[in-house]
């Protein structure tokens, strides 16, 4: 069974990077990583929370595409969210850069585009099975 707990739904926590990394400095797991482990890869990341490593490797890492993955529905929206956050020093050549601001990067049409923001999805699921593991 999954137990709730104060701090966020299945036990998470939306405000978790605010407290592990207080500094706003660049997570420590990064420094770990070597690009060639993710370009032009598919990847998978499990408990993506709110999404900053994720993003962190969808934009640094160019991997073909990179899926983040939460039990928690709140924080894979506040994950999407956040894609706006990492375009926001970037400029369109279509719409004003306060569109995207304002409104988050600009999809809807299929694109082969492996480059960020088109290699990042955030989808809600529960990969831990609750039967007959």
């Known amino acids: 069974a ?3 707990t104060q701090s966020g739904h299945y036990g998470r926590d939306s405000k978790y990077y605010g407290y592990r990394n207080p500094d706003k400095e660049q997570d420590v ?4 990583f070597d690009g ?5 890869k598919d990847v998978l990341d499990l408990g993506c929370n709110i999404g900053h490593i994720t993003l962190t ?4 890492y160019e991997p ?4 983040g993955v939460d ?3 709140n924080l894979i929206n506040v994950a999407r969210k956040n894609i706006r956050r990492y375009l926001s020093k970037e400029k369109s050549s279509k719409f004003p850069v306060s569109m995207q601001l304002c409104y988050g990067p600009l999809f809807g049409q299929e694109s082969n585009d492996t480059k960020f923001p088109h290699n990042i999805a955030f ?11």
Request: hydrophobic share 45%; glycine share 8%.
């Open 29 to 32: 797991r990064l420094k770990y």
């Open 123 to 133: 989808r809600k699921e529960n990969w831990v099975p609750l039967e007959g593991a």
């Open 57 to 60: 490797i969808a934009k640094e």
């Open 71 to 73: 039990i928690d529905g």
């Open 36 to 40: 060639s482990m993710f370009a032009g």
């Open 2 to 4: 999954v137990v709730s």
């Open 64 to 67: 073909k595409k990179i899926v």
